[in-house]
């Protein structure tokens, strides 16, 4: 089946910098959802987009949903050290009932 | 507290020998799924079901069985583990898939010998 291109696979920050990470796909989804997976957890939605161009924020999390339906992105601004974990992207299809997901994005703060 | 429950959390067991994972919502929630997450690869969906009786393959049904008698309950059956089914597994819930929040359960890391 077939999986979202998600980048970068990691990254290392100080606190207080801003993150962004993007997901790409070669087909087109109607629904981009962000996820955030803590250690020893399971993935927590946080922030759903549904149409192209849908831009959306969470307190300090930004995503976008891209204009050709192929891409969405995620931005953090002023990260803190709760932050960390891993963060997935899915897509979804109407009509498909299955969410893809992207191979996520490792967070680490450096202290 | 709604919420979503799997067990056991930890599982070792050997080739072979049949295994079932439960997994339990209580939100009265009528989409459940099955994924398992492999380092470098993200989750991938192993079934899913839209309700009572209705379950359909994921992206990597191979070696796995479900079943949905009751709405709440989604099982995870493996009827041969073999090494290549090592992983941690998310049982997943939500009222309904598009736009729909989907509630994960804690996981369960199995490890077949």
């Known amino acids: 089946g077939q999986q979202l291109n998600q980048s970068p696979q990691s990254m290392f920050i100080q606190e207080g910098e801003d993150v962004s990470m993007n997901c790409t796909s070669s087909s087109i989804f109607n629904t981009w959802l962000w996820y955030k997976q803590d250690p020893g957890e399971g993935p927590v939605l946080l922030i759903a987009?549904?149409?192209?161009?849908e831009l959306t924020s969470n307190g300090r999390l930004t995503a976008q949903f891209g204009i050709t339906r192929k891409d969405s992105f995620l931005n953090i601004s002023a990260s803190i050290p709760s932050d960390v974990g891993i963060y997935f992207c899915?897509?979804?299809?109407?009509?498909?009932?299955?969410?893809?997901f992207g191979t996520g994005t490792r967070l680490t703060i450096i202290p | 507290e709604a919420q979503v429950t799997q067990n056991p959390r930890y599982l070792i067991t050997v080739t072979g020998k049949k295994l079932t994972v439960t997994c339990s919502q209580n939100m009265n929630h009528e989409y459940m799924s099955w994924y398992r997450q492999d380092p470098g690869l993200g989750l991938r969906q192993i079934y899913y079901s839209m309700n009572v009786e209705v379950t359909d393959k994921g992206d990597v049904p191979e070696g796995y069985k479900v079943s949905r008698k009751e709405k709440r309950n989604f099982p995870l059956i493996l009827e041969s583990p073999s090494p290549n089914q090592t992983s941690l597994y998310f049982c997943?819930?939500?009222?309904?898939?598009?736009?729909?929040?989907?509630?994960f359960g804690p996981g369960t890391r199995l490890t077949v010998l």
């Open positions: 987009l549904y149409k192209a161009g």
């Open positions: 997943a819930s939500s009222l309904g898939l598009a736009g729909g929040t989907q509630y």
């Open positions: 899915a897509g979804l299809r109407f009509g498909n009932e299955k969410l893809t």
